[in-house]
């Protein structure tokens, strides 16, 4: 009920990025596909939301075809290395409350924790809801000072190590 944004943060979530069928309204369909986005969410597995899709759509004429999986990311620890970057949130921006928090988002750190596991997702920009909307549209912005800031918060953070 609260929207999308926190609806990924306490579930799996589906949406239909394509459709294909017939060529014409008035010519009946002979196949149709579909392209579906998952966003898995943290302890769950590609294969357990293919067999929950099964399930779903109960039809075994249905196949299924997984185009391209990444499994989700594992949890990072809450150590010295979190609580480094959350004293320079609290230098930087000090109004801030950091708290752990899933990124809803598949980002290049996934292939970080072939190197670490210690891998935390922080964009430290500021962003309104409508500007979080924009992500990846032809308008995606923030304010110069949200990113001067986000520039500040990397060098302190840097700085700090």
């Known amino acids: ?7 990924a943060l306490t579930r799996t979530t589906v949406a239909i990025t394509t459709l294909e069928g017939s060529p014409a309204a008035n010519v ?6 579909a392209g579906v986005n998952l966003r898995i ?11 929950r899709l099964r399930a779903a759509i109960g039809d075994k004429q249905v196949e299924i075809e997984v185009v391209r999986a ?4 594992p949890v990072s ?9 959350t004293e320079t949130i609290a230098e930087v921006f000090p109004e801030a409350v950091p708290a752990p928090y899933t990124v809803m988002a598949a980002t290049d750190s996934r292939f970080f924790y ?8 922080f964009a430290p920009f500021r962003m ?12 995606e912005n923030i304010r110069v000072d949200d990113y001067l800031d986000g520039i500040r918060f990397y ?3 840097i700085e700090s190590l």
Do not use: C, N, W
């Open 1 to 7: 009920r609260l929207g999308p944004e926190p609806a």
């Open 28 to 33: 009946i369909a002979s196949a149709a596909s």
């Open 41 to 51: 969410m943290v302890g769950e597995t590609v294969a357990e939301v293919v067999e």
């Open 70 to 73: 990444g499994e989700p990311s």
């Open 77 to 85: 620890p809450r150590d010295e290395a979190f609580a480094k970057i």
């Open 114 to 121: 072939e190197i670490s596991d210690r891998v935390y997702r």
């Open 128 to 139: 309104t809801a409508a500007q979080r909307a924009t992500i990846h549209a032809a308008d």
């Open 155 to 157: 060098r302190r953070l």
